[in-house]
């Protein structure tokens, strides 16, 4: 999907998009908002709720994360830690539950993304496996096994 009109109203107001969220979230900090969008919902299936240049709002397996463009952290504590930062996901594994790791690899593979490890069955009970996005965030696709 591609990010909205920047100039687009959001569907919901900020406070009540707030107020929705429930359970495990995370915002992910990001330069390029629109190529973090692709690869989530070209490798992840995730889907854009909104996007912009500077914010995407995403679900994937009924869950909500964000992309935040670095200009909109300027006024977090978070903005000095990642300022200059080449690779923002050092030793953090993004599970992506139920979303099959072969497509995921190939979509990954077809985009041009890092496959850190291919799809293989693991011991743990989950297929997997581990892809690198331009941040340097690695996501692991799985699912249960038989």
């Known amino acids: 999907m591609k990010p909205s009109n920047p100039?687009?109203?959001?569907?919901v107001s900020a406070p009540d998009y707030g107020?929705?969220?429930r359970g495990l979230g995370f915002n992910l900090l990001v330069r390029d908002?629109?190529?973090a969008v692709k690869f989530a919902t070209d490798v992840l299936g995730a889907t854009a709720f909104y996007a912009n240049d500077r914010f995407a709002a995403m679900k994937l397996n009924g869950s909500d994360f964000m992309f935040h463009h670095d200009n909109t952290y300027k006024d977090n504590e978070l903005h000095g830690i990642v300022q200059g930062a080449e690779a923002r996901g050092i030793g953090v594994e993004l599970r992506v539950y139920g979303s099959d790791p072969d497509l995921a690899e190939a979509n990954a593979r077809a985009g041009g993304w890092t496959v850190l490890a291919g799809s293989i069955d693991k011991p743990h009970g989950l297929r997997e496996c581990m892809i690198i996005d331009d941040e340097g965030y690695v996501w692991i696709p799985s699912v249960h096994l038989s």
């Open 7 to 11: 100039n687009a109203e959001p569907p």
């Open 19 to 21: 107020r929705s969220l």
């Open 33 to 35: 908002v629109p190529r």
